[in-house]
């Protein structure tokens, strides 16, 4: 085996265990002893297969950064690139789906968004500073982050009438959970397309 190939299989192989979704399990159930709320929402995009993700970090102190994802980094796809309830009927055609992660209590930031295509990745380089709070024992919706065919106008957009009823469906724990919204009924937020593309530690700035 040559060493280019022995290192693409290793990269390929990194991107396969990184793939393990961050999603709470259908019988999760929210602990007030653990301190911790949930964060939901959704993502689609209308453009190739790709693994898409928004980025958040802790505020403060905390730098520790967690990711709301979803879709395929790599083909063939090893979960699914595409939840048929959150992308029926949308148009511009498109492929989705929710999610829905356990987080320590706290203030946290969105700080950017990424798209992981095989060995390449793409991260946004404008500054995004979107604050929102966790807390204990409740729900917060994020809201839906959408990409269009090529990256150009990156939005963060209010889906809570379609989100939600389907979040619900799939994790039983948000039935019982207060829920808030950290985005307004109705609006929709630029983050840009602005992104640096390359493979990870070497980008190069496009647009």
Known sequence: MTISIRHGL???AALLLAACTTNISRDYRLDPQKA???VVGSISYES???RFVLEAKG???SSKRYDMLFGCPVWPCMGTDNDADFSRGEEPKQRGGGFAVAMPEGDY???GWRVEQG???SRSTRAIGI???VESGKALYLGNLHFDAHWEDVQLRDRAERDLPLLRNRYPALASAPLS???APGISIGLGGEHARGMEGMFVPLR
């Open 10 to 12: 290793l990269a390929v």
């Open 36 to 38: 911790e709320g949930l």
């Open 48 to 50: 190739g297969i790709g």
């Open 59 to 61: 505020r403060g102190g």
């Open 109 to 111: 930031i969105i700080v």
């Open 119 to 121: 060995q390449m990745v």
């Open 131 to 133: 604050p929102f709070r």
């Open 181 to 183: 919204s950290t985005i």
